[in-house]
């Protein structure tokens, strides 16, 4: 595994971008709306590819359902809601497809024939299942789906020929089973009829939550990518910093400190962070003056997402045809990818 994930950074670091060639595809659970540590993570390269290389991105409704069927109403009313927040930063579906998983009906297809190829036990040796099974203690009631959600997304994957697919590292256990599939399918067919994909990681490290821990709506630690003045500045005002730096005079830490890291993300002016960096180190800067800055910043950023995110909104009957017309393009794409797997499996009579 460990020497797998080496050989995709190192891939990536050869090729960190993508050419025009690339087919990319990326998905997100509609389980919230999107916050800033999206639009560090991903949000911002898949703006970069716009454009550039083939794009979808995949509104993953099933695959939410797979942890969250008690909440199903909740997923279903965030669908509209994640296809808002793309809009808002600036994805255009003239150019980026936007589409739901749950109008794919090839990718379920897709799906049922790739679980033949899977066994349980390689299932539970995924080292992102086996964290989010833990996380969510399940223990010995993980539902099927939970535990095949990696196949679905192999589903997802193939089912746009994509080769190029950027994600956080916790995903690159995903990307290796997607490609064992792609190979088994490949065999079976004794033709080349799936590509395989690589993993695009982003060059920004994960962003944490305001608290320092992980970023996440539940915890109500992230901070929304529409936030509103008051949102951020009290968002911000919470931020963890070094519990050691009590007054401005005090030298104070820059590592886990969690204002440098979203300087370290958003600010504009590198140098200036790296100057406010070696200050706070040397003490004679206050955590005040710190978080003044970095709301100004963030207000930078949010205030045009948030203006162009309510103007929309206003407009769900326009959301709702861009998520039609994506389904349409997905669904053809998809629907020829199942055509060469039902044939891999002789299903094509
Ligand atoms: N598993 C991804 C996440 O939790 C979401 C996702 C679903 C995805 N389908 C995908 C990511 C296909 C990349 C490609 O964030």
Known sequence: MSANILAHSRADERRSQADETDVILTGDRPTGSLHLGHYAGSLRSRL????????????????????????????????????????????????????VQSRLSALAELTVLYLNLVTVARLERNPTVKAEVELRGFERDIPAGFLCYPVSQAADITGFRATVVPVGDDQLPMIEQTNEIVRQ???????S?????????????????????????????????SATPDEIHRLVRAMYTDPGHVRASDPGRVEGNVVFAYLDAFDPDPTAVNELKERYRGGGLGDVALKRRLEGVLEALVAPIRARRAELARDRAYVMDVLRAGNERANATAESVLRDVRGAFALDA
């Open 48 to 99: 970069a590819l716009q454009g550039r290389c083939a794009q979808t991105l995949l509104i993953a409704d099933l695959q939410a359902l797979t942890d969250s069927s008690g909440r199903a109403a909740q997923v279903a009313r965030h669908v509209p809601e994640v296809a808002l927040d793309y809009l808002a930063v600036g994805i255009d579906p003239a150019r980026t497809t936007i589409a």
């Open 193 to 225: 009829v799936l590509p395989e994909c690589r993993a695009l990681l982003s060059s920004t490290p994960r962003l944490p939550g305001v608290d320092g821990r992980k970023a996440s709506k539940s915890l109500g630690n992230a901070i929304p990518l």
């Open 185 to 191: 399918v490949n065999r079976l067919a004794k033709a």
